[in-house]
Structure formats: C-alpha cells, structure tokens
C-alpha cells in the first residue's frame, strides 16, 4: 500500500510561483511512475505532468509547458512539482499519483492507471 500526501498548496498572486511537494509512504519509491494532475469540483481530472521511476523522463500537459517543473528525489521518497507564472487559471486542487505497472518510457497522461492518490492540496491564484 502506498500513502501519498500533498502539501505546499495555497493563496498567492498571479505571477507568482508555488512548489507543491508529495510525501510518499513506500519502501521503493523508484519503482513507481509518478504524476501530477489537478482537478475542479464537477469537472473531469486532468493531467499536469509526469516522472518517470528514475527521473530521466518527464513529460508535461501542453497548457502548463514552460512553466511547470516535475521532479522527485526518491532517496527522500518526494516528488514536486514547481509552479512558476501562475496564472487564475491554475486555481484547483492538485494531486499526486503513483503508478507502478507503467512500461512505456513514460507514465501514462491519464488519470485510470494510477493505482494511488494523494487527498489533494488547493491552489489558489488571485489575479
């Protein structure tokens, strides 16, 4: 079982930057793929970015390229995830996921392989 914990969240202004961390609860946090998505209330979760188990491979939504840095220490079982530029459009709740069963060069860019989730951390931007 893994146990997942978002933390970093919070209110800042528009422009601004947040780095949002994932505390894992896991023997071998290298053997998983791990990945941010965020979503609103009502509406679909959707994908932010991705790591790979060793940190070689990352890949980003196209709306947050640029601007958003993945990133994990798996001696210290973390994953973060950097925020720059934000914008009001980047207020929601964001998650963390893991997943173990990945086998391509990158974790999946969808919600329904992740096997774990954190319960989330809000973001909110003001403009």
């Known amino acids: 079982q893994v146990q997942l914990v978002e933390s970093g969240g919070g209110l800042v202004q528009a422009g601004g930057s947040l780095r949002l961390s994932c505390t894992a609860s896991?023997?071998?946090?290298?053997?998983?793929?791990m990945a941010w998505f965020r979503q609103d209330p009502g509406k679909e979760r959707e994908f932010v970015a991705a790591?790979?188990?060793?940190?070689?491979?990352?890949i980003y939504a196209d709306s947050v390229k640029g601007r958003f840095t993945i990133s994990r220490d798996n001696l210290k079982n973390m994953v973060y995830l950097q925020i720059d530029s934000l914008k009001p459009d980047d207020t929601t709740v964001y998650y963390c996921?893991?997943?173990?069963?990945?086998?391509?060069?990158?974790?999946?860019?969808?919600?329904?392989?992740?096997?774990?989730w954190g319960q989330g951390t809000q973001v909110t931007v003001s403009s």
């Open positions: 996921a893991a997943d173990r069963g990945y086998s391509d060069t990158y974790p999946p860019a969808r919600p329904g392989p992740y096997e774990y």
């Open positions: 790591i790979s188990r060793t940190g070689d491979n990352t």
């Open positions: 896991v023997r071998t946090l290298s053997r998983y793929g």
